[in-house]
C-alpha cells in the first residue's frame, strides 16, 4: 500500500486511550511487572465459640465458687514422716464406733472402771471413741474377747491403723423462742435436721422454779459455727425460733447429757 492510500484510509482506525494502555500487558504476559498478581488465599473461617451452659447463680455466688476454687488450687503441700514414738500409743488402742442411744455422759467413766487394763478414753469425734491399754497385747486381747463389756457400747471394734480420723463433732445448741408445745424430740428433730443429729438435751437449765430454754447435743459434720433464725409453724401459728451454737466458756459439759426431756 502506498503511503498516500494509507492516509486515504486512516480516517476509519480509531484509537482507544484505554485500549492503548491496557493492551501492552495482555500482549506481553512475559513482564513480570505486569503480569497478574497471585490470588490471595482465602480468609481464615471465623472461631467458633463453646456454649456454656447457662445456671441460675448469681454473681455473688458465682464469685464465692470461683474464689473458693482458686483457694483449693493454692493449698500448700506439706509432708511429715510419722515416727515410732508418735505410733506407740496408738498402736495398743482400740478404736469403736458409738452404738444408738449409748449415754455418752458415763461412757468414759465406765468403760475405765470396768475394761480390763484400759488406761486412757477418748471420744474420737461425735462418733467414735479411741480406748487405749497398758500394752498392745491387752488390746489385742479385749479385742478378741467376745464377752467384752466394749461390745454393749461399741460396734466396729478394731486395732487402730493408719488414716482413722474423726469425720464428725459435737456441738452444743441453744434454742430461744420454742413455746412450751414444741419442747419434745420430734419438734425440736425438724429444727435441728439440716445440721445433725440429736444425741441428748442438757436438762439443767430446767428446773421447778425456772425455765431459761433448751441446750441441744447434736453431732455435725458441719466445721463453721452454726446460728440461724427459723419461722417454725407451729400448730398454724408462725413462731420465730432462734438457734445458736454454744461456744466457749459456756458449753455444757457432756456430764449434764440426758436422752430424755424428763426432769
Known amino acids: 500500500m502506498s503511503v498516500s492510500d494509507l492516509c486515504d484510509q486512516a480516517s476509519n482506525l480509531w484509537f482507544d486511550t484505554y485500549k492503548l494502555r491496557v493492551n501492552p500487558a495482555k500482549h506481553h504476559p512475559s513482564n513480570p511487572s505486569l503480569t497478574a498478581s497471585k490470588p490471595l488465599p482465602k480468609p481464615a473461617p471465623p472461631h467458633k465459640l463453646e456454649l456454656l451452659f447457662r445456671d441460675n447463680r448469681s454473681f455473688a455466688e458465682v464469685l464465692k465458687s470461683t474464689k473458693s476454687q482458686m483457694i483449693r488450687d493454692e493449698r500448700r503441700i506439706v509432708q511429715y514422716d510419722s515416727t515410732d514414738e508418735d505410733k506407740e ?11 444408738p442411744n449409748v449415754d455418752v455422759a458415763t461412757l ?29 497385747l491387752a488390746s489385742t486381747k479385749e479385742q478378741q474377747n467376745a464377752r467384752s463389756m466394749l461390745n454393749s457400747f461399741l460396734s466396729n471394734l478394731r486395732q487402730w491403723e493408719a488414716r482413722i480420723c474423726a469425720y464428725d463433732r459435737f456441738a452444743w445448741i441453744s434454742i430461744f423462742g420454742l413455746p412450751m408445745e414444741g419442747w419434745n424430740k420430734n419438734c425440736i428433730d425438724i429444727l435441728l435436721q439440716s445440721w445433725g443429729n440429736i444425741i441428748g438435751y442438757d436438762t439443767s437449765c430446767v428446773s421447778q422454779g425456772s425455765i431459761s430454754g433448751i441446750r441441744v447435743l447434736i453431732k455435725t459434720t458441719k466445721l463453721e459455727p452454726l446460728h440461724d433464725q427459723v419461722l417454725l409453724k407451729l400448730d398454724e401459728i408462725h413462731v420465730e425460733v432462734s438457734l445458736t451454737e454454744i461456744k466457749g466458756k459456756f458449753t455444757p459439759s457432756l456430764t449434764t447429757v440426758k436422752h430424755s426431756m424428763d426432769v
Not at 500409743?89 to 452404738?99: E, F, T
Open 89 to 99: 500409743w496408738l498402736n495398743r488402742s482400740l478404736v469403736g464406733k458409738i452404738l
Open 108 to 136: 468414759k467413766e465406765t468403760i475405765l472402771k470396768s475394761v480390763d487394763k484400759a488406761v486412757s478414753f477418748r471420744f474420737l469425734g461425735a462418733s467414735q471413741v479411741l480406748i487405749t491399754f497398758e500394752d498392745q
